[in-house]
């Protein structure tokens, strides 16, 4: 796979989880018994343990995420006792409920909660992992397709302006949790709070705490996902719920891969690993807007691009740009690998 992108940490720590999720940190150091072992003791406590993949590609300037179940899953499925490790087994379920290899990819988190899926039977621990790849067919017994991610967080898209659902129907519900708290110093808090999350004056949202603005309406009622959440108050009548729900807390899951991504094309170049092989620098901002959410300024996005000297002119023009033809570009990853200690990062705007 292609070089360049670094896995992550796990987020945390679940003491019966600790031999299971040990072979991501030491990349397979983990030996077979002793993940068989931690299976045993997760079986014996009534604990199971999923596996679900974020797959995040840009296509014509729209961020996409792979799904399955008519839209409605994300790619996932149990950690076996017949699987290697946690990735062997993701990549697994991947191939099976898409019909599409999986890459190269990163842990993003493991989720514990207690009450993150409703009244079950078992506690449900999803250690989930964030890839990044380039649009193919997806095909299989489980509806698999590509889906904007914008379909499920309507209030994330920024690029036109405020979405008119912030003001229509996140306001008024966001309101209500502010002023429905009987301690008035707490008020300003709460509004500083659902200002900051969605824009609701004229300072500007922040944009990458999706996965934060997503647990807030959880919390508020303001989402199909709240009757699932015991101390979430039950969904309104008078509110509608914006965006596409996902089962169990999937659409959470997603949350979390958005705001890690748009965290990191700040830092590290993996917008890269979206971009076909040649690109012209338009392509490239509008692939890094599609994944912020919100439009970037083109004389400083190019500046930076310059000063940071990862793409070279391939010497060839581009015709399909509606316009004049337009330089082709591609990522100089050699240049990269030599200041991967040192970093560098991709303009997004404030």
Known sequence: MKPGWRPGR????????????????????IKPRAEMTGAKVLSEHGIAAELVAVLAAVTSGEPRVLTIQDRNALPSGPFEMAHRSLQ??????????????????????TFADRDRAGVTAKHVISVSYLGLTREQPATGEYAASWQSWYEYFPWEDHRQGAPPLIEKTLRRGLLAWVSATPDKAARPARRQRAAMLFALTTMPGTRNWCCSAMSCCTRRGLIPEAVRVHSA??????VAAPGHAMILDHRRILATGIARLRAKIKYHPVVFELMPETFTL???QRC?????????????????????????ET?????????????LFRFRRAVFAERAIAGSKLPIAT
Do not use: C
Not at 12 to 19: H, L, M, Q, S, W
Not at 88 to 109: F, K, N
């Open 10 to 29: 796990i987020a945390g720590v679940f003491a019966p989880t600790a031999r299971i999720t040990g072979d991501v940190l030491a990349h397979g150091g």
């Open 88 to 109: 062997s087994g993701l990549r697994a379920w991947v191939e099976r409920q898409t019909r599409l290899p999986l890459g190269y990819v990163e842990q993003l988190y």
């Open 233 to 238: 108050p039950q969904l309104s009548d008078k």
């Open 282 to 284: 338009l392509q490239l």
């Open 288 to 312: 890094i807007e599609a994944l912020a959410g919100r439009l970037l300024y083109k004389q400083n996005f190019r500046r930076l691009i310059e000063t940071q000297e990862l793409v070279e």
């Open 315 to 327: 010497g060839e023009m581009s015709g399909d740009t509606g316009g004049r033809p337009a330089k």
